[in-house]
């Protein structure tokens, strides 16, 4: 089946912008992470969603940064007013949750902060 | 919460010798422990993971081995060849801060080279 997709692959953008990314999970994960990985580092802990619970935000940097998930669907990721140091790659991961905690990760999305 | 500790965090090796890759885990509770490969500008993908009710588990030249009584797994490759160059992270569950689900915290990765 399809794997986990991420948009844009790639995004540009001015210092002071806002951006918001996109991932969309397998069908029937209940679970959804974010991370961001900065070049030559490892996965950075951003957020994550389980089913219908309040969502874990002990990862996120700042006040700047939030995320929403529609039911078991489709989440986004929004930085608002974006600065130099937020240029990473922002990987979306899924997985069934509820004990079955592989992750399956989409292709991320490169945000380049100018 | 889970701590996760990976060693070491660049390797370099002769193509057709054997890399090994070792992590530390603190939650005695954990009982699974997944292993990712990610290559330069891909996504990180699950090339082999363990159960805690067995110690050590095989996939063609690739194995990982757990010792729950000293809280460290590994990953090891045998006769190495050049694609398997790339970025190795190991995970393990944690309990998330709000309840009593679990989630992978990762290791640091280690950058495998593998020299013709």
């Known amino acids: 089946g399809a794997g986990v997709s991420q948009s844009p692959s790639n995004k540009v953008t001015e210092k002071g912008k806002d951006v918001e990314l996109r991932c969309d999970p397998i069908?029937?994960?209940?679970?959804l992470y974010w991370y961001r990985q900065r070049l030559g580092q490892g996965l950075e802990f951003l957020i994550y969603f389980q089913g219908n619970s309040a969502p874990d935000k002990s990862g996120l940097p700042s006040d700047r940064f939030s995320a929403e998930r529609t039911g078991e669907s489709v989440s986004t990721l929004t930085i608002q007013r974006t600065q130099q140091e937020d240029s990473a790659v922002y990987l979306c991961?899924?997985?069934f949750g509820q004990g079955r905690e592989t992750q399956y990760f989409g292709p991320g999305t490169r945000l380049l902060v100018l | 919460g889970e701590n996760v500790e990976q060693h070491p965090s660049t390797l370099s090796v002769q193509e057709g010798d054997s890399a090994v890759i070792k992590c530390t885990y603190s939650d005695s509770a954990s009982n699974y422990f997944p292993w990712y490969k990610q290559e330069l500008g891909k996504r990180p993908q699950l090339i082999i993971d363990?159960?805690?009710?067995?110690g050590e588990k095989k996939d063609q030249r690739i194995a990982v081995t757990l010792n729950k009584t000293a809280k460290h797994f590994s990953l090891h490759i045998t006769e190495t060849q050049p694609e398997d160059s790339a970025v190795y992270f190991c995970a393990a569950p944690s309990l998330i801060s709000s309840g009593s689900a679990r989630q992978l915290t990762f290791g640091s990765g280690t950058q495998l080279t593998v020299l013709p």
């Open positions: 069908s029937g994960h209940t679970a």
């Open positions: 363990i159960r805690s009710n067995v």
């Open positions: 991961a899924s997985s």
